[in-house]
């Protein structure tokens, strides 16, 4: 259900958030703090989320605008598969952190087949890719 004004951050929210944050990342810290307290908004049908961070924390520094992203297998039964195998043979949720101008400011949630989600993000383990963002190398 879509939110029409921003909101406290509910147990759903949080806890995409956090499984996010389980990840090191350049600008997590920063993130995080401004994570600790925010007001959001579902913007659409995936349960993707507005984010207003509080003001008062530190911008991050990040390389992109897509600070971290994350993914896991739609369907029940794919645990087992390596997060390689399950990138290719199940159509998988991916979660993305976007940041505007150093502030946390969308989670973006899609599946790659456009089909209904059957696992809830909330309820996800996150894989991640080992090389985000993609194609970065480090000096």
């Given at each position: ?5 921003f ?28 994570c ?10 995936e ?6 961070p509080d ?43 976007h ?12 599946k790659?087949d456009g089909?209904?989600i059957e696992?809830e993000?909330?309820?996800?383990t996150f894989?991640f ?11």
């Open positions: 259900m879509l939110d029409l004004e909101r406290a951050i509910g147990v759903r929210e949080r806890r995409i958030i956090d499984n996010l944050l389980a990840r090191d990342f350049l600008g997590r810290t920063e993130i995080a703090a401004q600790a307290d925010v007001l959001v908004k579902v913007v659409d049908d349960g993707g989320f507005a984010i207003r003001g008062g924390a530190p911008r991050a520094t990040v390389r992109q605008r897509v600070a971290i992203e994350a993914f896991y297998p739609d369907r029940e039964g794919a645990e087992d598969l390596t997060a390689e195998e399950a990138a290719f043979l199940v159509p998988c949720v991916h979660v993305l952190l940041v505007r101008d150093g502030s946390a400011y969308l989670i973006e949630i899609y790659d089909s209904p696992i993000p909330e309820r996800a894989e890719y080992p090389d985000f963002p993609p194609g970065w190398v480090e000096d």
